[in-house]
């Protein structure tokens, strides 16, 4: 399977996770923050640290690269906000809001920093860009740690991660870094794991684990949530990093495959489907209520209908927002990359891991989220 492709059924997995009781939603996105972490490890090796101003080169690229699509979803996600505000009774109290609570609510909406912890979260899925942008402005220092002590980073991030969990219960950077840091490992020490029988292994694994409490009706909870969950379901955190832990050698071998130009098109449109697809579940749930209760085919019919529209309408902001916004971000980092050495000495940058800079940097640049 392509690393795109993959990308994308992680970010399909969350559009099912939201129109229906399959609770698989934090796995997927567990797995795009390793899958984060190792192409940042990557590129930050061996693109942004080649370039002027490495650390603010890296943090605006990465900033320029979530910021398109976020501020067009969350203009939208805001602006369905408004529209149920502006038609509530003049004398409710949300109308009279201080301007000043107003602009720290929207705040996060536009800078995203914050947003995870915010009570204003209009377009919901950015809670894990949230985690990401903060991963981004602290990756540089994990990576220099990880090369000096790999043993002390690796026992710090497992710590960390636990204690924060027990603590706060919900997704956070601390609770998250575990996720990122394997992902760094990966990158660091690529033979780890690294064979096909472990990816058939893992894929086995997953199928296994997410399978067993679908077919026995006593465990059916642990995996199906929706409006009126069974006891088991307050161990559903649990049974998504079991997955999350299983698919791990599978998702890590994903990145390993080549990327053609289709295999691209659906990494970019998982960005975009993993935003886009919560403004055509909230009009639904607004403006299509009666949706829920109806018969069960009529249900499948609609759902996978407004599916259908969210999909066509993700790659259409795939092809004229995202991917114009990136080559130039692109074009961006190329401009700040040193090459004065090479040019006085009137050689080419020696290859790196047997491949020619330009053919990793190509490689690198369609590694997107």
């Known amino acids: 399977m392509g690393p795109g492709l993959f990308r994308?059924?992680?970010?399909?997995?969350?559009?099912?996770?939201?129109?229906?009781?399959?609770?698989?939603?934090?796995?997927?996105?567990?797995?795009?923050?390793?899958?984060?972490?190792?192409?940042?490890?990557?590129?930050w090796e061996h693109k942004y640290s080649r370039t002027r101003h490495p650390y603010l080169t890296f943090v605006l690229s990465r900033a320029w690269r979530i910021a398109p699509v976020f501020l067009l979803c969350s203009a939208l996600a805001c602006a369905m906000v408004w529209v149920q505000v502006s038609q509530l009774p003049h004398t409710a109290p949300a109308q009279s809001a201080p301007l000043d609570h107003v602009f720290w609510a929207l705040l996060p909406s536009l800078v995203l920093l914050g947003y995870n912890s915010s009570w204003f979260t209009p377009l919901l899925p950015a809670w894990s860009l949230d985690i990401e942008m903060q991963y981004y402005l602290v990756a540089p220092l994990v990576l220099a740690a990880l090369k000096r002590k790999p043993a002390i980073v690796f026992v710090l991030t497992l710590a960390t991660g636990a204690v924060f969990s027990a603590l706060h219960g919900h997704p956070t950077l601390a609770t998250s870094i575990p996720c990122f840091v394997a992902g760094m490992y990966a990158a660091r020490y690529p033979d780890l794991a690294n064979g096909k029988r472990y990816v058939i292994a893992s894929a086995a694994a997953t199928v296994a684990v997410i399978a067993t409490p679908l077919l026995i009706p006593e465990l059916r909870s642990l995996l199906l949530g929706g409006t009126h969950p069974g006891p088991l379901y307050r161990y559903n955190e649990l049974l998504n990093v079991i997955v999350t832990l299983t698919c791990l050698p599978f998702a890590l071998g994903t990145v390993r495959n080549r990327s053609g130009k289709a295999d691209q098109l659906m990494a970019d449109l998982s960005?975009?489907?993993?935003?886009?697809?919560?403004?055509?579940?909230?009009?639904?749930?607004?403006?299509?209520p009666g949706l829920a209760q109806a018969p069960r085919i009529e249900r499948a019919l609609g759902v996978c209908a407004v599916i259908a529209v969210t999909y066509a309408l993700s790659i259409l902001i795939t092809l004229y927002v995202d991917r114009p916004a990136n080559r130039a971000r692109a074009r961006f980092v190329r401009n700040r990359l040193i090459t004065d050495r090479a040019a006085r000495t009137g050689t080419s940058p020696s290859p790196v891991m047997g491949l020619p800079r330009d053919a990793l940097a190509a490689s690198l640049d369609s590694a997107r989220r």
């Open 271 to 288: 960005y975009s489907l993993y935003l886009f697809h919560w403004i055509p579940h909230q009009l639904v749930a607004l403006y299509l």
């Open 8 to 43: 994308l059924l992680l970010a399909s997995v969350v559009v099912i996770f939201h129109y229906s009781s399959l609770s698989l939603g934090h796995a997927a996105v567990y797995l795009f923050f390793v899958l984060s972490g190792y192409w940042v490890c990557q590129m």
